[in-house]
């Protein structure tokens, strides 16, 4: 559908109200939206096995704006579908301040929505009543003041920080949203215990409106984890949140109307300092929330990850393994080995990687496959732009290639050695992309050995990451 004949039949959003309650083991959280005339959503999230202590007693009374803000942040995902002029809050208050956050938030965290949907940028009207009054966060009761809450997917990254951390001797509490059968193996292998599981449930109408044609599209997932991180970690008596966003997450994908889109904002070091603001400022303000792997480009942390063997078997980023089956994301077993995903994954591995070892978790070595051609040129800014996916930046995508490249040739230089046959991409790499960058010998050294000062790391962090960045394989 047409987003101007659905803004006009659709003209308000409207966030109606929220609930929750201790349910057996269980806190369950329930919202209700509206769109005007006739769409009511009703989504629900299960934070499963919630501590039965003072703790949890204290801070039940102070959970309600923690609840609210949970319910703006799953707004974005049911206002898509129409783009309502007008997004209106019935269910809380919010300042003047806090409305141009909001706002903000919607205009870069939906960019590739509106850039897909060839929509102009169309910030809604938030109206909402003005707290008059200074608001500050609430100081919550923190049953462990050490701990450390560290949000799991089922890519390499977290398994860097969870590993890096336990090092550190620190209390860790690793946490999963709807966790996929990587993350829950990341988990075992980790060795965390009583991992925190949290359980959300899109409503079955959204999905309907879906195949029936309404918006649909791109939503700042990592936004929304921000804030569900917060209320996680404020039951559970944690006071640190680390996350494992990296530098790479600062480099956009493409210009739409004078304005960068990228499919990582919500992970980026913008974002982070934006929500650090808010969050001490609305959310709980003696709660740290920052990115541990913030200083480093995702090569490094791959070259980190391939220090860690055993969750070869079990880490899986690939979006296109998660296939959608009635409008429900399930997991397959593997890597789908065709997407841009699975490429850079692959790429920034191999220079530091045996290569059986790899074969092992794709079934097939994906420098072979001469249809990811474009999809190279693509992750290495050689064409259009760069894929809407979690990758690294267009150089050291360049980089990864280059040593990837460049393992294959010194192997030939090796007395009595067999000569290695360069792989099809590779070799498309070597005549079409190496002539026009001559300095990737010298940038590859630079983007191994980088840091990036723009971090928020705690005290002490920074010295610990610099150490393992500095070990050698």
């Known amino acids: 559908m047409k987003y101007e004949e659905l803004r006009k039949k659709y003209p308000k959003f409207i966030y109606q109200k929220y609930s929750y309650q201790v349910s057996g083991n269980n806190l369950e959280i329930f919202f209700d939206f509206r769109i005007e005339p006739n769409i009511r959503f009703k989504p629900k999230v299960v934070i499963e096995n919630v501590p039965k202590n003072k703790c949890l007693r204290w801070n039940l009374k102070h959970l309600g704006n923690l609840v609210f803000h949970l319910g703006l942040m799953e707004i974005p995902s049911y206002w898509k579908a129409t783009c309502s002029p007008e997004i209106i809050i019935k269910a809380g208050s919010l300042n003047r301040e806090q409305i141009r956050w909001w706002k903000d938030l919607i205009m870069n965290g939906m960019g590739q929505f509106f850039y897909e949907n060839k929509i102009p940028f169309q910030s809604p009207k938030i109206i909402s009543p003005v707290r008059i009054n200074k608001y500050t966060g609430v100081e919550l009761f923190i049953q462990k003041e050490g701990g450390y809450l560290v949000p799991v997917g089922g890519g390499k990254d977290s398994v860097v920080t969870l590993e890096i951390l336990k090092k550190t001797k620190k209390e860790l509490s690793s946490f999963s949203l709807n966790p996929t059968r990587a993350a829950q193996k990341?988990?075992?292998?980790?060795?965390?215990?009583?991992?925190?599981?949290?359980?959300?449930?899109?409503?079955?109408?959204?999905?309907?409106?879906?195949?029936?044609?309404?918006?649909?599209?791109?939503?700042?997932?990592?936004?929304?984890?921000?804030?569900?991180?917060?209320?996680?970690?404020?039951?559970?008596?944690?006071?640190?949140?680390?996350?494992?966003?990296?530098?790479?997450?600062?480099?956009?994908?493409?210009?739409?109307?004078?304005?960068?889109?990228?499919?990582?904002?919500?992970?980026?070091?913008?974002?982070?300092?934006?929500?650090?603001?808010?969050?001490k400022k609305y959310l709980a303000k003696n709660i740290e929330y920052f990115s541990f792997l913030r200083p480093l480009y995702e090569i490094q942390i791959a070259k980190l990850f391939s220090k860690f063997p055993k969750?070869?078997?079990?880490f899986l980023s690939c979006n296109v393994a998660y296939q959608t089956a009635s409008g429900t994301k399930k997991p397959t077993k593997k890597w789908c080995g065709n997407c841009p995903k699975c490429l850079f994954v692959f790429a920034t591995l191999y220079p530091f990687t045996d290569e059986k070892k790899l074969i092992k978790v794709w079934g097939k070595n994906l420098f072979e496959n001469k249809e990811l051609s474009p999809t190279m040129q693509e992750l290495m800014g050689e064409r259009k732009f760069k894929p809407f996916e979690c990758v690294g930046t267009k150089k050291e995508s360049r980089v990864a290639f280059?040593?990837?490249?460049?393992?294959?040739?010194?192997?030939?230089?090796?007395?009595?050695?067999?000569?290695?046959?360069?792989?099809?991409?590779?070799?498309?790499?070597?005549?079409?992309?190496?002539p026009k960058y001559p300095n990737l010998e010298k940038d590859s050294k630079k983007i191994l050995n980088s840091w990036n000062n723009q971090h928020n790391l705690l005290k002490g962090f920074e010295k610990i990451l610099k150490k393992e960045l500095s070990k050698k394989s």
């Open 402 to 434: 280059y040593l990837s490249w460049g393992k294959l040739k010194n192997l030939n230089f090796y007395p009595g050695r067999e000569k290695v046959k360069l792989l099809y991409l590779l070799k498309y790499f070597e005549k079409k992309i190496l």
């Open 186 to 279: 990341i988990m075992a292998v980790a060795g965390c215990k009583n991992p925190i599981i949290v359980r959300r449930k899109i409503d079955e109408k959204l999905l309907e409106l879906n195949r029936q044609g309404f918006l649909n599209g791109h939503t700042p997932f990592s936004a929304y984890l921000a804030f569900l991180s917060v209320l996680v970690a404020v039951i559970f008596g944690q006071k640190y949140i680390a996350f494992s966003n990296e530098r790479s997450s600062n480099e956009g994908n493409v210009e739409y109307l004078g304005k960068t889109i990228n499919h990582q904002w919500s992970k980026s070091f913008e974002f982070e300092q934006k929500f650090r603001k808010y969050s």
């Open 311 to 314: 969750y070869f078997p079990a």
